[in-house]
């Protein structure tokens, strides 16, 4: 990548919270933050918002009538975008593009709107605005007041990182000078919950929501026999802006992407090909030993984690970085995971800590944390990989 892209803010809610540094003390605990709930009829883990994170959204839902109709994945990104804005100093007046996208959208909403359908055999007035893909992007413009392009996307888990990939090309083609990119998700619905265990992926419902099981989540455990992927929900948006600013978080320093031929709707190659391809791309002008630690995708699957990792073995060889993944503590927020990786990334370069997976082998951090590769898959082998600097 020829020029400088300064990240300027990152914000985020999640189970870990919204505010930096309770997000970065609760990196540095090693537990998980899932909990049980009722969901598709059974007793399910998931990585839900805190209390004090859903009393805020309660209090930006109240805070307009035209705010009461919206999705969740509405709301946690209008949040998080509020944030994100005023750490990076951003104005109003100021002229800024949005691509905020999402893996499934107002699926909350969707599914009351359609139980209250099959249910009287009417829809609601607003049933089909506040469901569009364009949801996300378009209110969060409206309430920022911004005058620069809105999009919106959906290309599963690797939405919010594909949203930093369209927002870097238009910094680079000159057709913005900033951006505001990332991804949100509300997936604790009973279908869709339902659509994670009919593909076998989600982790053992009797198990995992045994307050015994230590560690519900087994991501990048390469030796488990059954996967255990749990969902979460969330958001996160990062400012970035060209050339490199004096408030810059951390800077990106490449950007990669690849897609699979399909064998299967949800398949990935033994060898993550998508990954190879996505990770080379984006470290074309770096040394391979330049890299200190890769934020993998690893959801916690059988077939994902260990592919991705055979990915990084082809790629790196021998000078194999630190690896982690924050999903075995929030679990997998589909679109939004991305961004909540690159969250985890900038947290690690800038405390100089290394935040690995306490039921795995340790890895010795052996010099500072200056360059991270992120990753991001979904189905249908959509990879992107975006390298970020100090």
């Known amino acids: 990548m020829l020029q400088t892209i300064s990240i300027t803010a990152i914000n985020s809610i999640s189970a870990l919270g919204t505010e930096p540094i309770k997000i970065w003390e609760n990196y540095l605990r090693e537990q ?66 949005i691509n905020i996208g999402s893996s499934r959208g107002a699926t909350d909403l969707f599914e009351k709107h359609y139980r209250e359908y ?26 920022l007041q911004s005058a620069g392009p809105e999009i919106s996307h959906s290309i599963t888990c690797s939405t919010a990182l594909h949203s930093v990939l369209n927002g870097v090309a238009w910094l680079r083609a000159g057709m913005a000078d900033k951006f505001m990119v990332g991804g949100s998700e509300a997936p604790l619905t009973d279908f869709t919950i339902a659509q994670m265990r009919a593909l076998k992926i989600y982790s053992n419902h009797e198990n995992a929501a045994n307050e015994t099981i230590q560690w519900p989540n087994r ?62 791309m984006a470290l074309q002008n770096t040394s391979l030993s330049d890299v200190d630690v890769i934020v993998m995708h690893a959801p916690g699957t059988v077939k994902g984690d260990l592919t991705e990792y055979r990915a990084i073995e082809i790629v790196f060889g021998d000078q194999l970085p630190l690896l982690t993944s924050n999903k075995w503590k929030i679990g997998h927020t589909f679109g939004a995971s991305g961004i909540l990786s690159m969250e985890l990334a900038i947290m690690m370069m800038q405390k100089d800590i290394f935040i690995g997976i306490p039921f795995l082998s340790e890895q010795i951090k052996t010099k500072p944390i200056k360059k991270v590769l992120i990753n991001a898959v979904g189905f249908g082998g959509n990879a992107v990989s975006i390298l970020l600097s100090l």
Not at 121 to 139: R, V, Y
Not at 245 to 262: F, H, M, Q, W
Request: with cysteine; proline share 1%.
């Open 32 to 97: 998980h933050f899932f909990t049980a709930q009722n969901l598709d009829h059974k007793k399910t883990v998931v990585a839900g918002l805190d209390n004090d994170s859903n009393l805020l959204i309660d209090s930006l839902r109240q805070s307009d009538n035209k705010y009461k109709s919206l999705d969740k994945s509405v709301l946690y990104a209008m949040l998080v975008s509020r944030k994100a804005m005023a750490t990076a100093g951003w104005a109003q007046e100021d002229t800024f593009g």
């Open 219 to 280: 991501a990048l455990d390469l030796e488990k026999k059954q996967s255990t992927m749990i969902l979460g929900e969330g958001a996160g948006v990062c400012c970035i802006e060209f050339g490199k600013k004096e408030n810059a978080l951390a800077y990106i320093e490449g950007i990669g992407y690849a897609t699979e031929i399909l064998e299967h709707n949800i398949s990935i190659s033994a060898e993550a090909t998508c990954f190879q391809k996505s990770m080379k």
């Open 118 to 143: 099959v249910a009287t055999g009417k829809a609601q007035t607003l049933a089909s605005p506040t469901t569009t893909l364009g949801n996300i992007s378009s209110w969060v413009a409206h309430d």
